[in-house]
């Protein structure tokens, strides 16, 4: 019997409401997860502990998501690393598509949704959805 994959997701965001909550569902559909609060923090760990997938805040103090998504492009280990960006700011996550994003969500994001798009960017059949766009009856996971 083979065992599945286990993939390596890397959670940036300044707020701890919505690291846990994805941390929980990430960890719930298998993932192995990371932590980080802001762009310097995740790099940090980037250099140190792989991942397949990266989804940030784009709007955070000290490093912001975009500067995070630009240091991953730059680096050539890093540089085809799917990364989500995600924020509730006008304009913020035009900035972070521009910076190399693999995909950006307006936050409220619905947690479900944001995993989808990472089983979906990462070809993981574990999850199935019919289509990866919000659905206005989901739960939306809350920032603070």
């Not at 960890?27 to 762009?39: I, P, Q």
């Not at 619905?110 to 999850?127: F, I, K, S, T, W």
Request: glycine letters at 6%; a neutral charge; one cysteine or more.
């Amino acid at each position: 019997m083979t065992e599945r994959v286990k993939w390596r997701a890397l959670i940036v965001d300044d707020s701890a409401l919505l690291r846990r909550t994805l941390d929980a569902l990430f960890t719930r559909a298998g993932y192995s997860v990371e932590l980080a609060s802001n762009g310097e923090e995740a790099f940090r760990l980037l250099c140190q502990k792989p991942v397949d997938i990266v989804l940030t805040d784009v709007v955070m103090p000290d490093v912001d998501g975009v500067e995070l998504i630009r240091l991953t492009r730059q680096d050539p280990f890093l540089r085809r690393l799917p990364v989500i960006a995600m924020s509730g700011h006008g304009g913020a996550t035009a900035q972070a598509r521009q910076a190399g994003a693999t995909a950006c969500l307006d936050k409220p994001v619905h947690a479900e949704l944001v995993l989808a798009l990472a089983c979906r960017l990462l070809g993981d059949g574990r999850v199935k959805t019919a289509s990866i766009q919000n659905d206005a009856t989901a739960a939306p996971a809350r920032s603070a």
